[in-house]
C-alpha cells in the first residue's frame, strides 16, 4: 500500500521533502544533491506512463493528486529543467534558508501541474507563494522586505480566490475536479480571477515588476521560470477558447514596451518583458485551437529557458558590479565576454530571431492567430514582437555590455554561473535548429514547419526595421535616456495613491480628533463655571436643603437611575 502511494505521488513531492535534508549537509554535498535531484525528479517523470493518474479519499472528497497527460507533462518536464539550471546557477552561494526555499519553491510549481483537483491544485498554488516570498527577502533590504511583503499579500489572496471558487464550484457540481472551468458561473470567474494575478493580467501585475527585480541574484532566476508559468498552464487547462482572454494577452504584450523602454533597471526591463511574452502565451489560450495550444506551450517551454538565461546574465552583471542600472554600465564585454556572448544568444531568442527557440514557438501562436483571421490582434502581436527586439534584444545586452565604456572592470561570473548560462544558451540554439524534438512532446499532434520562406523572410524583414529604427534613434538622440529614476505604472496606486489617501484620512482624523477635543475642553470649562456659579455655598442652590425637598430629589434620581436600567 505504501510502495503504490508513494509511486503515485507526483515528481516534484521529491524536491519538497529532500530540500531542507539536503541543504543542511556539507556544503560541496550539497550542491551536489541538490544539482541531483531536479535529474532524478525529470527521470521518475519521464519513466512514468504517459496517461498516468493517481486518487486519493480525504474526508469523503476525491482527490486526484498526480494527473499525468500530454499538456501537464511538457510543463513538468521544463519545470525540471529550470530547476536543474537554477540550482547550478546558484551553486556557489552559502545561504541554505534560500537554497531549500528555492527547491521547495520548484517542487511544489511541479507538483501543482500534476494536481487533478482544485483543492490539490490549491495547496501547491499556496505552497508556492510562501516558499518564493524567501527568495526577495532573502536580498535582507529594507526595499526587498515591503517588496516581498506586498508579493506575499498579492499571492495568498490569488490562492484564497482559488479556494472561494473552488468551493463554489463543488457546490454547483458536486465535483472538485480540475478541467475546463469557463466563466458560466459565479465560482469560475473567482478561480479565473486567481489565475489572472498570477499571470499578471494588466492591472494585475505589478507584484512581478515590484519583487523580481528586489530578489537576491539567484532568487530572480528561479522566479521568473515558475509562478507566471504555472498559471498560464492553469489558464490552458482550465480555460482554453475563452475569448475574453484574446484582448487581455494583447494588452499584456504591448503595454510593457513602452515602461520598459524608459526603465533604467535592467533586472525590472526583463520583468516587463516577461509580461509581454506572457502576453502571447494568454493569446494562446483564448485562440484555443491545437495550433495556439501547442503554440502557447511550446512558447512556455522556450520562454522558461531563454528568460532564465537573460536573468542569469544580469544577475552576473549585478553579481560582480554591484549595480544593473543601465546609465552606470557599459563596456563590460571587455571584462565579462562568456556573460555577454551568453546574453546575445537570449537576446536573440526571445526576440524570436531565426535559428533560436523563440522563432519556432512564438511563430506556431502568430500563425494560429493568422489562421482565425484575427487581423487586428496579428498586427498588434507584430508590433509587440518589434519591441521586444528593443527592449530586451538591443537594449539589455547593448546598455550592460557595450553602449559607453563605464570603466568598470571585473572578473567574469563564476564557472557555474557561465555552465548553467552556457547550457540553457544550448537550449535556445538547439530547440531553434531541431524544433521537431520540442513539437514532439507538444499535447497535440504537431503539423507545423516554422521555417518556411515567407515565414523566415517576414521575421527578418520585422527584426531589421526594428533593429534600424533603434540605430536611428540612438544615433540622433531621440531615443529616451537612461536616466536615475523609478519608472511607476500600477504600482503608482502604493507608492503614491495609497499614501496621499492615508495621509488625507489621517489629517482628517486629526482635525476631528482636534475638534473633538476642544469641545470636550470647553463642556468640562462650562460645567466648572455652572457649578461655581450656582451649586457654590454662597449661591441658592448651595444653601441647606430642607428634609423633604432633599428626599423628593433623591427619590427622583434613584427612579431616573432605575429607569435607564430598565
Known amino acids: 500500500m505504501i510502495d503504490v502511494f508513494v509511486s503515485g505521488l507526483p515528481p516534484g513531492v521529491l524536491l519538497i521533502v529532500a530540500a531542507i535534508p539536503a541543504v543542511l549537509l556539507p556544503h560541496r554535498l550539497s550542491q551536489a544533491v541538490m544539482m541531483a535531484l531536479p535529474i532524478v525528479g525529470l527521470a521518475h517523470l519521464l519513466q512514468m506512463p504517459a496517461d498516468f493518474s493517481y486518487s486519493i479519499e480525504v474526508f469523503d472528497y476525491t482527490l486526484q493528486i498526480t494527473r499525468i497527460d500530454g499538456l501537464s507533462r511538457v510543463f513538468g518536464i521544463v519545470f525540471h529543467i529550470a530547476a536543474f539550471l537554477g540550482v547550478l546557477y546558484a551553486s556557489h552561494q552559502k545561504d541554505r534558508l534560500q537554497a531549500a526555499a528555492a527547491l521547495i519553491y520548484a517542487g511544489a510549481a511541479i507538483a501543482a501541474v500534476f494536481a487533478g483537483d482544485l483543492m490539490t491544485l490549491f495547496v501547491w498554488w499556496e505552497l508556492t507563494a510562501v516558499s518564493s516570498v524567501f527568495l526577495v527577502w532573502a536580498s535582507r533590504t529594507e526595499a526587498a522586505l515591503k517588496a516581498g511583503q506586498r508579493y506575499l499579500i498579492i499571492q495568498v489572496m490569488s490562492g484564497l480566490l482559488l479556494l472561494a471558487g473552488a468551493i463554489l464550484l463543488y457546490r454547483d457540481s458536486g465535483t472538485l475536479a480540475f478541467e475546463h472551468i469557463g466563466l458560466e458561473s459565479a465560482g469560475g470567474w473567482l478561480v479565473f480571477l486567481s489565475f489572472g494575478i498570477k499571470a499578471a493580467f494588466p492591472l494585475l501585475h505589478g507584484w512581478m515588476k515590484d519583487a523580481y527585480p528586489e530578489a537576491t541574484v539567484t532568487g530572480t532566476v528561479f522566479l521568473s521560470g515558475f509562478t507566471t508559468k504555472l498559471a498560464i498552464y492553469a489558464l490552458a487547462r482550465g480555460y482554453a477558447g475563452t475569448d475574453i482572454l484574446i484582448p487581455i494577452g494583447v494588452t499584456m504584450t504591448a503595454f510593457p514596451i513602452f515602461f520598459a523602454v524608459i526603465e533604467n533597471d535592467l533586472r525590472r526591463v526583463l520583468s516587463y518583458s516577461l509580461n509581454n511574452q506572457l502576453g502571447f502565451m494568454v493569446v494562446g489560450v483564448g485562440v484555443g485551437t491545437e495550433l495556439a495550444l501547442n503554440g502557447t506551450v511550446a512558447h512556455v517551454f522556450a520562454h522558461v529557458i531563454y528568460k532564465a538565461l537573460l536573468f542569469m546574465a544580469m544577475g552576473a552583471v549585478l553579481f560582480r558590479t554591484g549595480t544593473i542600472k543601465a546609465s552606470e554600465l557599459g563596456g563590460l564585454y571587455k571584462s565579462m565576454p562568456w556573460t555577454a ?57 547593448f546598455f550592460s555590455f557595450f553602449a559607453h565604456d563605464s570603466g568598470i572592470r571585473v572578473k567574469e561570473a563564476p564557472i557555474n554561473m557561465r555552465l548553467a548560462m552556457g547550457i540553457a544558451a544550448a537550449f535556445c540554439i538547439g530547440i531553434g535548429v531541431f524544433p521537431e524534438y520540442l513539437y514532439a512532446i507538444l499535447p497535440y499532434p504537431v503539423e507545423y514547419s516554422p521555417y518556411t520562406v515567407s515565414h523566415v523572410v517576414t521575421v527578418l524583414q520585422l527584426l531589421l526595421f526594428a533593429a534600424l529604427a533603434f540605430v536611428v534613434l540612438w544615433k540622433t538622440g531621440l531615443y529616451p535616456p537612461e536616466l536615475r529614476s523609478v519608472i511607476l505604472d500600477i504600482d503608482w496606486t502604493w507608492r503614491r495613491l495609497l499614501p496621499a489617501a492615508w495621509s488625507g484620512v489621517s489629517e482628517v482624523w486629526l482635525m476631528g480628533q482636534r475638534w473633538f477635543l476642544g469641545t470636550a475642553d470647553r463642556s468640562r470649562l462650562a460645567v466648572l463655571d455652572f457649578t461655581r456659579a450656582h451649586l457654590s455655598p454662597w449661591t441658592r442652590f448651595g444653601e441647606p436643603w430642607p428634609t423633604g425637598v432633599t428626599a423628593m430629589w433623591a427619590a427622583v434620581l434613584l427612579f431616573a437611575y432605575l429607569l435607564l436600567s430598565f
Open 341 to 397: 556572448f551568453f546574453c546575445i544568444i537570449g537576446s536573440l531568442s526571445i526576440s524570436g530571431f531565426p535559428l533560436t527557440s523563440g522563432f519556432v514557438s512564438k511563430s506556431m501562436v502568430l500563425s494560429a492567430v493568422g489562421h482565425e483571421h484575427l487581423l487586428i490582434i496579428s498586427m498588434v502581436l507584430l508590433f509587440a514582437s518589434a519591441g521586444v527586439l528593443d527592449h530586451s534584444g538591443i537594449k539589455i545586452p
